[in-house]
């Protein structure tokens, strides 16, 4: 038989048992607060996913290798496979979702677009958000060799990084380009 | 067909209408939809390669927290679910068809590789699920493996299914072998090579997903799933497995992550969920994890091949002999006979005229994961296989190896080869040129110079490729053993306002669909492409489909949508006829405007579409009112898009470390709809057969039959420090067989870049010894080597 059978007690030791192992995550999410009981083996990428249904955080892998799920977490780019929900307390996290203000697109999502640097798409919310990580961190005018060593934790299978690595090019500097327009 | 100077028609580099979702996190995914009461599956494996199942207890698994169910095969037996099987029937050269043996949905009895599906355990969330299932109890008893394609027919090893003995699925063979030995016994000089093909993970970034959903109040189920067809998934489900009849199973490809093949198969785990689905009565989620991808998706490659060329004294290929065992894994994937055969032998005969070919195919089960399709399919191999002969044949008869191809490539068209297919149009001299030019090639000697002073090994290598396309003509592909027709179907529906959408059977799963059918569409009918949307993947929508693979969505899909863009144009000038007042005939269309001789009126399309639906112009005995036509296109014949690739790269002898410097491609993909997209295919294509070159290589212990390189950590997957940037041109013959004149340009990279690779390193090494993937520690152990040429030795 491979159900359950019907006399045994539904969920002796789940519901309750859980809700018991239940604790408590407040953070920022793309500027809103937000909480939850989770358990604490819950990852942010599936807090993401799941609680907050924003799905365009994706998972490619099960080593921390692909770079799918990354998000800032604080303006930091970090993998959200290998970030527990509940180490998030009071942080601030921005997701792919986030990214774009007011309606208008971030640099780096319009440099994606442009340039052709996404096919099926399933890794570029982690790419885009790696990449304005990158211009953060290295400046925004960026050789060809400092990008593609910098996207050694993005993994792609359809473009062969060529067009990425001009998107994040051209987004990086157009990132440059409105920084220096706001001073 | 004439290109446009328009903005949004074909040949224009329309930026992608898809990636607004895509840029903004809003693309729908299977993993990112969920059904209301949603429960979560999850399957236990096998960890050996092979054993007998003795038991199976899934008690202690029943009573853990959230469990709802757990199957095993008997369970899948019992409800009489038929097993998966293999499409197109191959038969071996004394007539006898293939042994295909058994492949049931869940483990009977018996498990023949590691990640076998043994159990599915669905519980209320994903955590329990994994959690009762560690407590299903398998009691196996572990059984020697044939883990090595070269070694699995010897007398002794393990046998895999009781069907195929010797774990011989078919001994094929093409050609005329009397041509070929008389050619071989009266050559000049032979060339002999010993290849592998090594065995590759396809690793699309998102991994395989199902929903499966049973309705009792319709007695229908629907499943969302990473599909490249789901129509061909339903028709299988449906009248092979039997989950339901096609009009009660509605099957769903959304946003789809990469396929490269991998995701064209029936595999086991989607059939379980969603004939689970009726009898657990609330949806079931599967998301495959990567190491599950490693373990369970379709491998590709995995060939050992010897191979010889013979050629006379003035440097002319005479004939050509190969000889090819290729893995197929534990049991038979959906086309898994079909790529070392008819997808491969058909290519032996490159770019060149190559008067008399013969090829032998053992197809060989081992106890490792089923190996079928990936990007190419049997074509990579071929073109390695050519395009290595080729190459150690002009250095061992001292020619240079763009002249030794020159000479041999076939000046004239159609050209019919000796392994079946017909060549209808290229100019492969042109496409050489350009990139000998591109290159440099003659720079090559003084880089070369200068990269010994540096202690660096600089090595210069070609890939003339060719490959079959726009697959494919149903009636040949049926006479070869395939069990279905190649065509596809399109549906052009106006509506009233003008706006257009356009149902095709073809699916994107990043090929940009979505845009290259809109600028067909915007350019025929002379309407805005914001006014086009491209309707994929649901089988509820879509009438039928065969799904995307082979570079066949824009020779064969594309096709279908322009003939049914000639019936609305058809349909349209007889409704603009009766509003314009004018005979049918006198109407003209163009760029968008109805136009008379009769008269100085005109017409916008959208007007035209209106008067269609309103139906005020004429009566019904006239003509039916609405703008909506379809159309089956089923090709008569493949296309051959070619080229040319050059791969420069320099070796460090001390480290044994890699590094391409240029790569340089000229490719002949006949029309382009969106240059734009076509260098986006050439890209990832180039990457992957870079890949397989240098970096990746699935491998198995010999004995044990454990894959070894089973994470990202383990399998090395090209990262964007390890691949050039490219430098692509175009040189187009326009294909003769489609009113766009497109070849498909999906595989071309991952077909030409292994062999451009492979050369490049032995002519840097001075040696034909080395095997893919030409790691470092490869190419260190190759490089302490004497330099001597094959030649030489």
């Known amino acids: 038989?491979?159900?359950?059978?019907?006399?045994?007690?539904?969920?002796?030791?789940?519901?309750?048992?859980?809700?018991?192992?239940?604790?408590?995550?407040?953070?920022?999410?793309?500027?809103?607060?937000?909480?939850?009981?989770?358990?604490?083996?819950?990852?942010?990428?599936?807090?993401?996913?799941?609680?907050?249904?924003?799905?365009?955080?994706?998972?490619?892998?099960?080593?921390?290798?692909?770079?799918?799920?990354?998000?800032?977490?604080?303006?930091?780019?970090?993998?959200?496979?290998?970030?527990?929900?509940?180490?998030?307390?009071?942080?601030?996290?921005?997701?792919?979702?986030?990214?774009?203000?007011?309606?208008?697109?971030?640099?780096?999502?319009?440099?994606?677009?442009?340039?052709?640097?996404l096919q099926c798409g399933f890794c570029t919310p982690g790419m885009i958000m790696a990449a304005v990580d990158i211009a953060n961190r290295k400046g925004t005018q960026l050789d060809e060799a400092t990008i593609r060593h910098e996207l050694e934790g993005n993994l792609c299978r359809c473009t062969g990084y060529h067009n990425i690595v001009a998107a994040v090019k051209a987004g990086a500097a157009a990132m440059g380009g409105m920084r220096q327009a706001a001073e | 067909m004439a290109t446009t100077a328009s903005a949004t028609g074909i040949g224009a580099p329309v930026r992608r209408k898809e990636d607004q979702r895509f840029i903004t996190g809003k693309g729908q995914y299977t993993d990112d939809i969920n059904r209301p009461g949603q429960t979560y599956a999850y399957f236990v494996r096998s960890p050996h390669a092979h054993a007998n199942i003795k038991r199976i207890d899934t008690s202690a698994a029943l009573k853990k927290p959230g469990c709802l169910a757990a199957f095993t095969g008997e369970d899948v037996a019992r409800d009489k679910v038929g097993g998966l099987?293999?499409?197109?029937?191959?038969?071996?050269?004394?007539?006898?068809?293939?042994?295909?043996?058994?492949?049931?949905?869940?483990?009977?009895?018996?498990?023949?590789?590691?990640?076998?599906?043994?159990?599915?355990?669905v519980a209320e969330t994903l955590a329990q699920a994994k959690d009762a299932a560690e407590a299903v109890s398998v009691d196996y008893e572990v059984l020697p493996a044939a883990a090595d394609v070269a070694t699995a027919q010897n007398p002794g090893q393990a046998q895999v299914q009781a069907d195929a003995p010797g774990n011989t699925v078919y001994q094929w063979h093409l050609g005329d072998k009397a041509a070929v030995d008389s050619a071989f016994a009266g050559a000049r000089h032979v060339t002999k090579i010993d290849l592998v093909n090594n065995r590759l993970i396809p690793n699309a970034i998102e991994p395989r997903a199902a929903i499966a959903d049973y309705d009792s109040g319709t007695d229908s189920f629907t499943l969302h799933t990473t599909s490249q067809n789901p129509h061909v998934i339903r028709l299988a489900l449906s009248a092979f497995i039997g989950i339901a009849p096609e009009h009660k199973l509605r099957v769903i490809a959304p946003d789809v992550g990469g396929g490269f093949g991998s995701k064209i198969f029936l595999y086991a785990e989607e059939t379980a969920c969603i004939w689970a689905a009726k009898k657990v009565g609330r949806p079931i989620k599967w998301t495959g994890e990567r190491s599950e991808a490693f373990?369970?998706?379709?491998?590709?490659?995995?060939?050992?091949?010897?191979?010889?060329?013979?050629?006379?004294?003035?440097?002319?290929?005479?004939?050509?002999?190969?000889?090819?065992?290729?893995?197929?894994?534990?049991?038979?994937?959906?086309?898994?006979?079909?790529?070392?055969?008819?997808l491969y032998a058909p290519l032996l005969s490159g770019q060149y005229n190559i008067p008399a070919i013969y090829c032998e195919v053992d197809g060989v089960y081992t106890n490792t994961a089923p190996v079928d399709a990936y990007r190419?399919?049997?074509?990579?191999?071929?073109?390695?296989?050519?395009?290595?002969?080729?190459?150690?044949?002009?250095?061992?008869?001292?020619?240079?190896?763009?002249?030794?191809?020159?000479?041999?490539?076939?000046?004239?068209?159609?050209?019919?080869?000796?392994?079946?297919?017909?060549?209808?149009?290229?100019?492969?001299?042109?496409?050489?040129?350009?990139?000998?030019?591109?290159?440099?090639?003659?720079?090559?000697?003084?880089?070369?110079?200068?990269?010994?002073?540096?202690?660096?090994?600089?090595?210069?290598?070609?890939?003339?490729?060719?490959?079959?396309?726009?697959?494919?003509?149903s009636q040949a592909v049926g006479s070869l053993g395939a069990g279905v027709g190649l065509w596809e179907s399109a549906e052009v529906r106006v509506n009233p306002t003008g706006s257009v959408e356009v149902l095709t059977g073809s699916h994107s799963h990043g090929q940009g669909h979505e845009t290259t059918f809109a600028q067909l569409v915007s350019q025929r009918l002379g309407v805005p492409i914001e006014q086009v949307t491209v309707v994929h993947g649901d089988t509820d929508k879509v009438q039928f489909g065969m799904g995307t693979y082979g570079s066949r969505s824009g020779a064969v899909g594309m096709t279908a949508i322009y003939k049914a863009i000639d019936k609305v144009v058809v349909k349209a000038r007889k409704v603009a006829g009766f509003v314009l007042e004018v005979p049918e005939e006198t109407v003209a269309f163009n760029e968008g405007i109805f136009s008379s001789t009769a008269t100085n009126k005109t017409l916008t399309f959208p007007e035209v579409a209106l008067q269609a639906y309103i139906a005020h112009k004429f009566t019904g005995a006239q003509l039916e009112p609405g703008l909506k036509e379809g159309a089956f296109h089923d090709p008569t014949n493949f296309t051959f898009p070619s080229g040319?690739?050059?791969?420069?790269?320099?070796?460090?002898?001390?480290?044994?470390?890699?590094?391409?410097?240029?790569?340089?491609?000229?490719?002949?993909?006949?029309?382009?709809?969106?240059?734009?997209?076509?260098?986006?295919?050439?890209?990832?294509?180039?990457?992957?057969?870079?890949?397989?070159?240098?970096?990746?290589?699935?491998?198995?212990?010999?004995?044990?039959?454990?894959?070894?390189?089973?994470?990202?950590?383990?399998?090395?997957?090209?990262?964007?420090?390890?691949?050039?940037?490219?430098?692509?041109?175009?040189?187009?013959?326009?294909?003769?067989?489609?009113?766009?004149?497109?070849?498909?340009?999906?595989?071309?990279?991952?077909?030409?870049?292994?062999?451009?690779?492979?050369?490049?390193?032995?002519?840097?090494?001075?040696?034909?010894?080395?095997?893919?993937?030409?790691?470092?520690?490869?190419?260190?152990?190759?490089?302490?080597?004497?330099?001597?040429?094959?030649?030489?030795?």
């Not at chain 2, 490659?301 to 004294?313: P, Y």
């Not at chain 2, 990269?451 to 290598?461: A, D, H, M, V, Y």
């Open chain 1, 1 to 117: 038989m491979f159900f359950r059978s019907k006399s045994q007690p539904e969920a002796s030791a789940s519901a309750q048992g859980l809700a018991g192992g239940l604790v408590r995550v407040a953070m920022t999410v793309n500027g809103k607060a937000v909480s939850a009981d989770v358990e604490p083996r819950t990852l942010l990428v599936h807090y993401l996913r799941e609680h907050l249904r924003l799905t365009g955080t994706h998972v490619g892998c099960d080593t921390s290798q692909c770079g799918a799920c990354v998000i800032h977490l604080n303006g930091k780019a970090v993998k959200s496979c290998t970030t527990l929900a509940v180490s998030c307390e009071g942080a601030s996290v921005t997701t792919i979702e986030g990214l774009a203000q007011g309606g208008k697109l971030h640099p780096m999502q319009e440099a994606f677009r442009e340039h052709h640097g």
């Open chain 2, 295 to 342: 373990l369970a998706d379709a491998h590709g490659r995995d060939h050992v091949t010897s191979a010889e060329l013979a050629v006379d004294g003035s440097g002319q290929i005479l004939a050509m002999r190969v000889k090819t065992k290729a893995n197929l894994g534990a049991y038979l994937s959906t086309f898994a006979s079909s790529v070392p055969t008819y």
């Open chain 2, 376 to 473: 190419g399919a049997g074509r990579p191999e071929a073109t390695f296989v050519v395009e290595r002969l080729v190459e150690v044949a002009a250095r061992q008869t001292g020619q240079d190896p763009a002249e030794f191809r020159r000479k041999n490539f076939i000046q004239s068209f159609p050209h019919q080869t000796p392994v079946i297919m017909m060549y209808d149009a290229g100019d492969y001299g042109a496409c050489l040129d350009k990139a000998l030019e591109l290159a440099d090639y003659r720079g090559f000697a003084a880089r070369r110079a200068t990269s010994e002073n540096k202690g660096l090994k600089r090595g210069i290598g070609f890939s003339a490729y060719i490959e079959a396309c726009g697959i494919a003509p």
């Open chain 2, 85 to 121: 099987f293999c499409g197109w029937m191959i038969t071996s050269k004394d007539g006898s068809p293939m042994k295909a043996g058994t492949h049931p949905v869940l483990a009977l009895g018996k498990v023949r590789y590691v990640g076998d599906h043994v159990a599915m355990v």
């Open chain 2, 644 to 793: 040319v690739h050059i791969c420069e790269l320099e070796i460090d002898p001390e480290t044994g470390k890699t590094r391409i410097d240029r790569w340089t491609a000229v490719d002949d993909f006949g029309t382009l709809i969106n240059p734009m997209i076509v260098e986006g295919q050439v890209h990832g294509g180039v990457a992957q057969g870079v890949g397989q070159a240098l970096l990746e290589g699935a491998h198995y212990d010999k004995k044990t039959g454990q894959l070894v390189t089973a994470s990202f950590m383990d399998y090395a997957m090209p990262h964007a420090d390890d691949l050039p940037s490219i430098q692509l041109a175009m040189s187009s013959t326009p294909c003769p067989s489609n009113p766009l004149g497109i070849k498909g340009c999906g595989e071309a990279g991952a077909i030409a870049a292994p062999a451009a690779v492979v050369n490049a390193i032995t002519d840097a090494l001075g040696h034909e010894d080395i095997a893919m993937p030409a790691t470092p520690l490869a190419v260190w152990r190759a490089a302490q080597r004497s330099p001597a040429r094959m030649a030489a030795e």
